[in-house]
């Protein structure tokens, strides 16, 4: 229930960016334009930002064929949390890492990286595999695909809106420009901070959760706390490169080289306290 609260809440807040671009753009006119686009908008979010995750991260489909190992651990975790067998993808990336996106457990999928594939054991596999059908589980797949969709347009939106005035389209034309621009300008700055604030409201207790309910799924939390240091520490030497919109998604913080900016917009609880969480102090 919170979690199509929080849903619900962020498709009315990106009709409500939308709706306040449109006035500024065209009045009255601009409003209805932009009510027609927010609905687009909202109804894409709902049914396609998992495949909007999927597509931007370049993850592929995973056969049973290509990869039974993977699908055996799926299958047998899915089966213990009672939930659906989620579609498998893999990313083409050294770095290790896995995430889960969907609307709901009936249409779910998981990916994880070709790095963690290489780095981790069954047992570490089965724990990060856990803790991403934990989000599943949750129901909070959703909300997370949702906020990578809302996150991204906004930044878009700044965007636009900031070119836009510099080249006098919109409601900043004519003896306006200086003013148009230097609300664009705030704008451009305002948004991306705005869409980062998303991110950091809802990511970093439903990994907790997330962590929590795999270890009850494998009965063995010592696999997630191994895996999650391995990726930690794998992540510092081969950085992945991730929309900033899309690093909530990852079982842990994607690190892209700019080690400074993302430890202060970090979306995700340090490793140290969820490994702590999962099974004492003194392992990291």
Not at 50 to 55: C, F, Q, R, V
Request: glycine share 10%; net charge neutral; with cysteine.
């Amino acid at each position: 229930m919170w979690n199509n609260f929080k849903t619900t809440l962020l498709l009315a807040s990106l009709t409500g960016v939308f709706l306040a671009i449109g006035e500024l753009w065209g009045g009255e006119r601009g409003v209805v334009l932009a009510l027609v686009l927010a609905g687009v908008m909202n109804l894409g979010t709902y049914f396609f930002s998992d495949k909007i995750a999927l597509s931007t991260s370049g993850a592929q489909p995973v056969s049973r064929e290509e990869d039974p190992r993977i699908y055996q651990i799926v299958e047998r975790l899915a089966a213990k949390a009672g939930i659906p067998v989620p579609k498998i993808y893999k990313v083409p990336t050294n770095s290790p890492n896995a995430f889960a996106t969907g609307r709901n457990p009936n249409h779910a999928s998981v990916a994880v990286t070709q790095g963690i594939l290489e780095i981790c054991d069954d047992e570490e596999i089965e724990g990060v595999l856990a803790h991403e059908l934990g989000h599943v589980k949750n129901r909070d797949i959703l909300t997370s695909a949702v906020v990578a969709t809302v996150a991204g347009a906004i930044t878009l939106i700044a965007r636009i809106v900031f070119w836009g005035e510099m080249f006098g389209f919109g409601g900043g034309g004519g003896g306006d420009r200086e003013g148009g621009a230097l609300s664009a300008l705030a704008m451009m700055i305002v948004a991306p901070l705005a869409a980062i604030l998303i991110q950091l409201a809802i990511s970093r207790s439903r990994e907790y959760e997330a962590d929590a309910t795999g270890a009850r799924i494998t009965g063995n939390p010592q696999g997630l706390a191994r895996a999650l240091k391995k990726i930690d520490e794998w992540s510092k030497r081969v950085p992945m490169q991730v929309s900033p919109s899309m690093a909530h998604l990852y079982i842990c913080q994607p690190l892209t080289g700019r080690e400074m900016f993302s430890s202060l917009f970090a979306t995700h609880p340090p490793i140290k306290k969820r490994i702590e969480r999962l099974i004492g102090t003194g392992y990291y």
